[in-house]
DNA sequence: CCTATCATGTAATCCGTTACATGATTAT
DNA sequence: ATAATCATGTAACGGATTACATGATAGG
């Protein structure tokens, strides 16, 4: 009674947290995904509710509904939910982001390079300061794949701030 | 009769390049993306049908179609269309994007960086030549805006490389 | 002439966002 | 107690992608 689903990022988000914690419910999703991979691939909590679902239509997940109290549903990965994750991570991609910054994008239509630079540093310089007092948690250093992750954040975030900092007076 | 409708980062493109072009076909929308903002934020071909209408319903475009032939839809900026283009032009952005870059969220969940590296390198490398290839049209140099944004995404695209260059053997 | 590619458009699907809603906890 | 916030979940909507389809043009 397997459904076929398409697998997107998310999916591999929530079989990859979902593979780390061993079981979690969309809450715990949700708390998971801010202090980690959502520093770079937010979500939606909805999202965390629906995925799950479609995982487990598809036979990836497992679902358990507490019976009394809050009646949470608690998600397992399936052995196929496992196999789905390590071939993912198996197969490297060359598929590459866009930028799809907003503020380049008026930049790009003719907004005023100055009065841009001026917000958009505060906005990354913020950031940047966030992801550097992450780094700094223990904890961290020792996940080789989150810790690289961040060190790309910090060293996209420090390439923004040299790209606005051209056009301050 | 004028119907709302929210203004995304796509409406703004087809507003931007159509206050450009003056009148354009959803086809020359398409050429048009496909050789400037396209580069940094590409759309379906698709949407260059449907959204033409959806700012046609809220009066910021006006469309007329051919009566022979092919009965093109041609469409134009207009007075409200352009006020809306200024007004986002004139408000500074702090938002930011995220990086969803689907080569780090493998590398996030344990890929093997040095398989990942190779080809994410194969990619970058593409696209950084293209980049600079885009920078010798004495066109672009003309206009600010892109120049800005090519240059922005050459830096971003060296940042890219210095990445991923750690893990070559 | 035939085939492939370009040009043009519509329809269906689906994911992601937004909005809504309510049950627990904590703080004042 | 009551308000505020946290925790938990569902429903509706809409934009973006995908699929489908057909007319024109150019190359062989």
């Known amino acids: 009674m397997q459904e076929e689903i398409r697998l997107t990022p998310v999916s591999y988000i929530v079989l990859g947290l979902l593979s780390w914690a061993g079981e979690a419910t969309p809450y715990d999703l949700k708390r998971l995904v801010a202090s980690s991979v959502g520093n770079f691939w937010s ?15 598809a036979g990836l997940l497992t679902e358990t509904r507490e019976e009394g109290g809050r009646r949470r549903k608690r998600y397992r990965v399936t052995d196929a939910g496992r196999a789905a994750l390590r071939a993912w991570l198996a197969e490297p991609t060359g598929e590459l982001t866009e930028l799809r910054d907003p503020g380049l994008l008026k930049l790009f239509f003719g907004a005023d390079p100055a009065a841009l630079a001026r917000v ?4 990354h310089r913020a950031k940047l300061a966030e992801y550097e007092e992450l780094q700094r948690s223990p904890r961290l250093q020792e996940l080789a794949g989150p810790r690289l992750a961040l060190e790309a954040g910090i060293g996209h975030q420090r390439e923004w701030i040299r790209f606005w900092e051209r056009f301050e007076e």
Chains 1, 2 share one sequence.
Do not use: D, F, M, V
């Open 43 to 57: 979500l939606q909590h909805a999202q965390l509710y629906t995925e799950p679902e479609r995982l487990t239509r």
């Open 120 to 123: 958009q540093l505060e906005s």
